[in-house]
């Protein structure tokens, strides 16, 4: 039975990921728990069969033989607010790139032979792209803090995967919403934020006209995750997610018709956000059909139900 290791496992996709491993993997997670992360016991306390250490990566004790046994390791560690980055900059870099170097360094001699390191990066690395399609080798320039260390933790995976013969999968994830996502607390993503909104106030306010988003379920993306480990991988490859791209607009709409007697508003886009705002590419997915081949997904209102379902039953 395959080892797999699960760095930030108790956040969000993290715990999703824990859970998908566990039915057929020996699963061992390690959070520290981190304020602002949403790293929860509540998010895993269900599943069975796990070790769980819940610890900062940099105060675990035998990390390097931890390290060492492991089929797969999955560095889900990260804070996800955009805001709170431009706040607290020296904050992200520890959260969003120290402590991926810190297990890169103690890696680089302690991983085991053909094993796969899995890395969970964004697409607000590739910033506002000129193009309308953006693949694997457009250029990113982020226009926000979080998406400088996000290039930077993904580019040190680039480096160690070539220096050391480490196997790295690094994938650039589009907003992501689902079971598991935060729902309180300032920034908590668009989706969620719209949930949140239409519920507790039965209305939600979209910032602008035609802006456009990509999108993906948490349970497609674990899924596009899992059968990648299924897959021979070797040195460093990065892959876009396969994801929705629509209007935000038309999420908003999609929302409130899921939500009873709930309205959509739309304002003018605050400045503060308008500065580090994307355009709407779309992403192109040839890289990542050409490894894995393409699965069944939710459907967006399927998806939405089942958010604004465990919306209800965490903010009533």
């Given at each position: ?29 390690i959070d ?140 650039r ?41 990509n999108?993906?379920f948490?349970?497609?993306l ?19 997610v ?20 709930c309205?959509?508003?739309v ?16 992403l ?33």
């Amino acid at each position: 039975m395959k080892k797999v290791l699960i760095l930030g496992g108790a956040g969000f996709i993290g715990s999703q990921l824990a859970n998908k491993f566990s039915k057929s993997c020996n699963v061992t997670i390690i959070d520290g728990l981190v304020d602002g992360t949403g790293g929860s016991n509540e998010n895993i306390c269900k599943i069975q069969g796990i070790t769980f250490i819940s610890k900062y990566i940099e105060n675990v004790p035998d990390l390097a033989n931890i390290l060492s046994e492991q089929d797969v390791i999955i560095d889900s560690m990260g804070w996800t607010s955009h805001l709170g980055a431009i706040d607290n900059p020296a904050l992200d870099l520890k959260l969003n790139l120290h402590s991926h170097l810190y297990l890169l360094e103690c890696l680089k001699d302690n991983f085991k032979k053909n094993s796969l390191v899995i890395n969970l990066g964004s697409t607000g690395q590739y910033g506002s792209s000129k193009f309308d399609c953006v693949d694997e080798t457009t250029q990113m320039l982020p226009l926000d803090i979080q998406g400088i260390n996000k290039v930077s933790a993904e580019n040190y995976f680039r480096v160690y995967s070539n220096l050391y013969d480490i196997n790295v999968v690094s994938f650039r994830i589009p907003n992501c919403y689902g079971e598991h996502q935060p729902y309180a607390g300032e920034d908590i993503g668009l989706i969620g934020g719209f949930i949140r909104s239409g519920l507790l106030n039965k209305n939600i306010d979209v910032y602008g006209n035609d802006r456009k988003r990509n999108i993906i379920f948490v349970k497609d993306l674990v899924n596009v995750i899992y059968n990648i480990t299924l897959q021979e991988n070797i040195s460093f490859q990065s892959y876009n997610v396969p994801c929705i791209n629509i209007s935000i607009q038309e999420i908003a709409k999609q929302i409130s018709h899921l939500i009873a007697q709930c309205t959509v508003s739309v304002e003018k886009i605050p400045e503060n956000i308008e500065k580090f705002d994307v355009n709407g590419y779309k992403l192109d997915f040839t890289k990542i059909y050409n490894k894995i081949s393409r699965h069944e997904i939710h459907s967006l209102e399927q998806s939405l139900n089942l958010t604004i379902q465990y919306f209800r039953g965490k903010i009533r």
